[in-house]
Every structure is written in structure tokens, then in C-alpha cells.
């Protein structure tokens, strides 16, 4: 058993939430996400077996989506935006900035477990770039003074 | 400056509140709508009005509206597009944060215009914060008796779903996001049929974008003849331009319909940054055909753009100073595509895979004179041959750059330095 009883009485309550079974599918890779912070496929199948669907259709589907990491990352997860927008303000050297302060590369996570580092596509957040998401929280308009004091906030957060 | 609409209270910090947004004259709109009209009348004052859809598209919103099926036994859906995720626009975001309930009443009141009792507000999955305020908005609307059963007396029923996103951008894409609401991957779908006669579990289904829908509510209030008395001739209403790149002031700019591109630079914008010249601007999100400096005398509306050869998509005005690199600025394009493409079509699937894989090359100084004409060549083989518009929206930006700047992309191939960069520096 892998699901909280309490993730498990939410996915019950989504079985005819919508007009039709699957559409619960999404909010349950929410709710599953949302407890382990990743999609782990033993979690999955549990997911699947209590909303009632086939533990094929729950997996199709959930690995289409890149919201969530498929493998246990770190308490942080550092999400930087490289794409247009953010590049004209300096993302790439962002990028290179954290890889130095948290000494790993892009994709990578920390001995301690502490941040995991990604790099992704547009936030919508182009107005306040450079930016970076972390967890569920949007940082914007960074500069290399504020990241610092972040990473030690989070860093001492242990 | 023109009066704002949608952005009139963006410095109020309650706005988001209800008991502010009734004081502001919230839900007025709602009370009228559902009074004085019946769900037809508002159809044809929508028609009316000129408004038309902000995502991108541009098509007429009471247009689509009257496409439904008269008479059917099937439920109507209505889907809110809050799926914004087009690289440079940043527009649809703020309007749900600062003002929820705007959006919501203008939802409630779409819902009762086109007979529709259940409503799926789809928010791209990394806006957990616009997820939170339109939930609680909902919650005090539910309290107030704005959404549930017998809304204000009217006998109308409304229920209305936050259904939150996955990571994809594809969804945006309206046949796509139904494929994601009903479950399964976010692949599209071949239209016709259109969602207007089949759409959501193949019942009739409206899908329109979160600041169309935000100005609902006003145009109730004010009246169609005031609306279409704002903007340009077929362009009505204001705008939200969202700014962004090597301007000194970036950010959401509320604006009538039809401002010149070059005072939206120049003057809200303050110009460009660290006294650099303009090299170059996306005038309509990062799919959009690329403008040169010297073309940004052009009003920002549907048509106008359209006569440059460009477009209006989104608004997300993307700017770019003379320091840019185009072919790395390119890149930065293409592998959002690659990434973003579905894998349906293959022209979409491989062809972005190859462009990104040309312009990498490209970059390294590996570039083969030739890989400029088959750059071009892959991209207007995608243009046209797939079943949603991803496709053209990866290969347009291609074609484009490489019609205007195509010197840089011969220099590089031939060995040139590149003209720039895309490393700018974060301080």
C-alpha cells in the first residue's frame, strides 16, 4: 500500500465526479503528485485499481504529461524557464548560476537531496524574467542576490 | 490613454475579493444578463459587440456561440481555454490572479447565453496559483448565489469544474484540450466535426479564452454599440499586450485595439534596454512570423498585422535588441516545438525533431551552406500538412527568420561568426 487513506477516499470521490470516469484521470495524477511529489508506477496502479479505471489507461495517459517527475526528485525542484522571453534577460547564465551554487548540472539533484535542478518551457511569466518555479511557487524577476538568499533559506529549511 | 476594461482595478488589492469586486460593480452584468435577456438576445449582442476570441485565433465569439445545434438532446459544454502557455504571453494569468471574478461572471454569464449547465475552467497545471483564486472565487460566488442551482431566482443551473493541466502545451489547442479533459493523451482531432456540434464526449461544446470571456461582463453593462466603438474598424475592444524582452518596462499593457507596434515599444515599453538598438520583434507569441526593426510602424490588430504578413495570435510581444543572435534566438523557438509537439503528425513530430537538430548544428559551427535551404525546406514541408496548428506554429517562425535574416544564417554556415548571442547576462 502506497496511498495515504486520505488520497484514497479523494480518488473515490472522484469516480463520478465528471460525466465520464476517465476525465478523473488528471485530477487523480494531481492528487498522487501532490502526496509523493512524484509519479512512481506502483502509485499509479494503486490509483488506477481505486478510481476503477485499467492500470494501462492511468499509465498512457500519465506519461504523456511532463508537470510530473516520474522518479523521486528533490524537496526542491528547481524549474528555470530557457526558453525565448526569459533567454533575452538572461536565463542561460541563470542556469549557469545555479549549477555553480548547487555544484550539479541541469537534470540533476544534490547528495543531500535537498534540490533537484530542471530547465523547462515558458511559465508564462515572459513580463518578470528571468524566473524559476520551485515546487509550485513562481520566483520572478531574479538576480543573483536573490537567488542566493533563497538557496540559503532553503538550504538552512533542513 | 484609453480607459482600461479588464485591467480597470489591477491596483486595487481586494479586487480579487468578492465583497470589493461587487462594490466595484461586480456581478451587476450577471443580474441584467440574466433579467432582461433571453440566452438568444445575448448571443446576437455578443454578435453584436465584435468581440472576438483572444487566444490567438481571432474568430468571432458570438459567431461560434450560434454554432450550436438548435433543439438537441445532448448537454451543451462550456470549456474556459486557461491554458495559456504560448511562449511571450503572460496576459490570461494576471486577469484570473487579480480579478477572478471577472472571468467568472463572464462565465456564468456565457453559460446561460449558449444553455450550458456544466462549465470546465482548464488552467495549465503550473498555475497553481490562478487555480487557487478561481477556486475560492467560486466558493464565494457559490455562497452569494451566483453558481449552483436557480441562480438569483432565474431557474438557471450552473455547475462549474477547475480542471488543472498537465504540462503540455498542445492542449491549448481546443481539440486537444478535450481529448485531456476526457482522460486520455492530449492528442487532436481531426475537425470537422467541430466542437460547436462535437465536442466533449461528443456533445456540443464552446471553448473560448480567458480574457474573451473577461470582458463579457462589461459589454453587458455598456452595451454592443459601446464596445465595437473601441479599437479599429474589425478589431474591437482593447487588448492586453504582454511585453516582454529587451524592453526597460515589460508587462501587460491594456490597450485599444490597433496601437501602433512602435509606441508600444517606445512608449509604454520605455524603449530598449542598455541603449541598444531594435533588431527584430515577435509581434503575436512566439509562433507568429517575426517582424524587422523597420517594419514596426503597424497597428496591433487582427488585420493590420495580417497585411505585414505577421500576426496578432496572443499579443505576447517579444522584443529583441541588435545584440541578439537570430539563429540562437531561433533555436530557442524550435525546441520549444520540438518539445511540445504531440507525435500525431509526423511532419510535426520528425520535422521539428530535424529543424532543432539543424540549428544545434548550426550553432556549433557545424553548419553546411546548404543547411539554410533545407532549414526552409523542412519547415515548409510541416506548414499545412498536419492535423492541428502546432505544426505551422513551429515552422511559421522558421520560414519568417529565415526570410529576414537569412545573412545570419548563411554567415554562420559559412563559417562566419555568429552576430550575436542568446547568453545575456543575469546579474
Keep these: ?158 | 490613454m484609453t480607459n482600461k476594461i479588464l485591467f480597470k482595478y489591477i491596483d486595487h488589492p481586494d479586487q480579487d475579493k468578492i465583497a470589493t469586486y461587487i462594490e466595484n460593480g461586480g456581478y451587476l452584468a450577471l443580474r441584467k444578463a440574466l433579467k432582461e435577456f433571453k440566452p438568444e438576445e445575448l448571443v446576437e449582442l455578443i454578435k453584436k459587440s465584435g468581440l472576438r476570441g483572444r487566444g490567438g485565433a481571432g474568430f468571432p465569439t458570438g459567431l461560434k456561440w450560434s454554432f450550436l445545434p438548435k433543439n438537441m438532446n445532448k448537454p451543451i459544454y462550456l470549456i474556459i481555454n486557461a491554458d495559456e502557455s504560448e511562449p511571450g504571453t503572460f496576459k490570461d494569468r494576471q486577469l484570473m490572479e487579480y480579478n477572478p471574478h471577472q472571468l467568472l461572471e463572464g462565465t456564468i454569464i456565457a453559460a446561460y447565453a449558449i444553455k450550458c449547465h456544466l462549465v470546465f475552467i482548464y488552467i495549465r497545471g503550473e498555475f497553481a496559483y490562478c487555480a487557487q483564486q478561481i477556486s475560492r472565487a467560486i466558493q464565494e460566488a457559490s455562497s452569494h448565489g451566483f453558481v449552483g442551482k436557480n441562480i438569483l431566482g432565474s431557474g438557471f443551473d450552473l455547475d462549474i469544474h477547475i480542471y488543472r493541466g498537465g504540462g503540455a502545451y498542445i492542449y491549448g489547442e481546443e481539440t486537444s484540450l478535450m481529448e485531456s479533459i476526457e482522460g486520455r493523451r492530449a492528442l487532436s482531432r481531426q475537425k470537422p466535426p467541430f466542437p460547436a456540434i462535437e465536442g466533449l464526449w461528443a456533445c456540443p461544446t464552446i471553448i473560448n479564452n480567458v480574457e474573451t470571456i473577461s470582458n463579457i461582463p462589461h459589454i453587458i453593462n455598456n452595451g454592443a454599440e459601446w464596445f465595437a466603438s473601441i479599437g479599429m474598424a474589425k478589431s474591437v475592444g482593447t487588448k492586453i499586450y504582454c511585453l516582454s524582452g529587451h524592453v526597460k518596462r515589460p508587462g501587460n499593457y491594456e490597450l485599444p485595439m490597433g496601437v501602433s507596434l512602435r509606441e508600444l515599444i517606445y512608449e509604454y515599453g520605455g524603449g530598449i534596454i542598455d541603449d541598444y538598438a531594435l533588431k527584430a520583434v515577435i509581434p503575436g507569441g512566439s509562433s507568429v512570423p517575426i517582424l524587422r526593426a523597420d517594419e514596426i510602424d503597424v497597428k496591433m490588430d487582427f488585420e493590420s498585422l495580417a497585411e505585414k504578413g505577421s500576426m496578432l495570435g496572443s499579443a505576447g510581444v517579444i522584443v529583441m535588441h541588435d545584440g541578439t543572435c537570430m539563429v540562437a534566438a531561433l533555436q530557442k523557438l524550435v525546441k520549444f516545438y520540438e518539445h511540445e509537439s504531440c507525435g500525431k503528425c509526423s511532419p510535426c513530430r520528425e520535422g521539428t525533431n530535424w529543424m532543432n537538430k539543424i540549428l544545434k548544428r548550426m550553432l556549433a559551427g557545424e553548419g553546411r551552406p546548404e543547411d539554410v535551404d533545407l532549414l526552409y525546406d523542412v519547415a515548409s514541408n510541416i506548414i499545412g500538412n498536419t492535423v492541428c496548428p502546432l505544426g505551422d506554429a513551429a515552422a511559421m517562425p522558421v520560414m519568417s527568420f529565415i526570410r529576414k535574416f537569412r545573412d545570419e544564417f548563411d554567415n554562420i554556415c559559412g563559417g562566419g561568426k555568429p552576430y550575436g548571442t542568446i547568453s545575456f547576462p543575469f546579474r
Excluded at chain 1, 477516499?9 to 494531481?30: C, F, G, S, T
Excluded at chain 1, 548560476?97 to 541541469?106: A, D, H
Excluded at chain 1, 531574479?142 to 538568499?149: F, I
Aim: net charge negative.
Design chain 1, 1 to 158: 500500500m502506497y496511498l495515504s487513506e486520505q488520497t484514497r477516499q479523494k480518488i473515490m470521490e472522484l469516480r463520478d465526479r465528471y460525466p465520464a470516469r476517465l476525465a478523473a484521470v488528471l485530477p487523480v495524477l494531481h492528487l498522487v503528485y501532490d502526496e509523493f511529489g512524484y509519479l512512481g508506477t506502483d502509485q499509479l496502479d494503486e490509483a488506477a485499481d481505486a478510481l476503477g479505471i485499467s492500470r494501462l489507461d492511468m499509465n498512457e495517459t500519465a506519461s504523456f504529461y511532463t508537470l510530473f517527475p516520474k522518479h523521486k526528485v528533490g524537496k526542491y525542484l528547481i524549474q528555470v524557464c530557457d526558453n525565448i522571453s526569459c533567454a533575452l534577460r538572461g536565463a542561460d547564465n541563470l542556469v549557469s548560476y545555479l549549477e555553480s551554487k548547487l555544484g550539479i548540472k541541469v537534470g540533476g539533484t544534490t547528495p543531500d537531496g535537498l534540490f533537484t535542478l530542471w530547465t523547462v518551457e515558458c511559465l508564462g511569466s515572459c513580463g518578470t524574467a528571468p524566473m524559476m518555479q520551485v515546487n509550485d511557487k513562481y520566483y520572478e524577476r531574479l538576480t543573483r542576490e536573490k537567488v542566493d538568499k533563497l538557496l540559503e533559506a532553503w538550504r538552512n529549511s533542513k
